[in-house]
């Protein structure tokens, strides 16, 4: 398995200010990956980080708007750009160990006034 | 069920009985399926998987079964505890989607309370 943080837990914000989230593992992982929880609903996938390139984001999500930065095999950063209340979800960093299984950070809960 | 939005499906079960999640995928193509649990402010914990070339695997007190023909996955967990209340995730995998290892699409969630 792996250790993810996050930072911060939780925060709130006003509307068109930015907020970075960021992502430690306690290991080297190849793939990193960022989802989005909106309240009561399940996860959705905004991209995947890649070291040394840039990410690969998913239909309904632009570079613009989120950002990301994958500097090393631990690390991974997701900016929230310009947000509006309807950004306000839970921000989920989430790794693949290569053996298959995917764990998940424990979140990040995002207000937007 | 289905969800409808905000409105999770939920199963309320009495402690010590057994609870059956229930999931419908929805690529033929997926060749690799987790159940989550998610705690109330926590992020998805992997509880366990498994590949398409099974139709069942046991863990600790759980069991995933897998019905290819008719894309169905359930999670069922034996002596349900209080602690295991919590929403369920099913996700699944496609070798054909993207990446090197393809990316997770998670289910709609199903909330299980267990009664004392």
């Known amino acids: 398995s792996a250790v993810i943080s996050q930072k911060p837990s939780r925060d709130i914000c006003q509307r068109g200010t930015s907020l970075t989230i960021q992502c430690q593992v306690d290991?080297?992982?190849?793939?990193m990956f960022w989802y989005r929880q909106q309240p009561g609903q399940s996860l959705t996938l905004i991209a995947t980080?890649?070291?040394?390139?840039?990410?690969?984001?998913e239909s309904g999500f632009v570079i613009d708007k989120f950002p990301i930065s994958r500097p090393n095999l631990t690390f991974s950063t997701l900016t929230v750009s310009n947000m509006s209340p309807e950004d306000s979800s839970i921000y989920l960093c989430?790794?693949?160990?290569?053996?298959?299984?995917?764990?998940f950070g424990p979140g990040t809960r995002l207000t937007v006034t | 069920g289905e969800s409808v939005g905000l409105h999770l499906p939920t199963l309320s079960v009495q402690e010590g009985d057994n609870s059956i999640i229930n999931c419908a995928y929805s690529n033929s193509a997926s060749d690799y399926f987790i159940w989550y649990k998610q705690e109330s402010g926590k992020g998805p914990q992997f509880i366990i998987d498994?590949?398409?070339?099974?139709d069942k695997r046991q863990g600790q007190r759980v069991t995933v079964l897998l019905n290819k023909t008719v894309k169905h996955l359930s999670l069922q967990i034996a002596a349900t505890q209080p602690g295991d209340s919590a929403v369920y995730f099913c996700?699944?995998?496609?070798?054909?989607?993207?990446?090197?290892?393809?990316?997770?699409?998670f289910g709609k969630g199903t909330k299980l309370s267990v009664k004392p």
């Open positions: 980080a890649n070291q040394g390139s840039e990410a690969t984001y």
């Open positions: 290991s080297q992982v190849t793939m």
């Open positions: 989430s790794v693949d160990t290569g053996t298959y299984e995917q764990y």
């Open positions: 996700a699944e995998r496609s070798r054909n989607y993207g990446g090197s290892q393809g990316n997770l699409i």
């Open positions: 498994i590949r398409s070339n099974m």
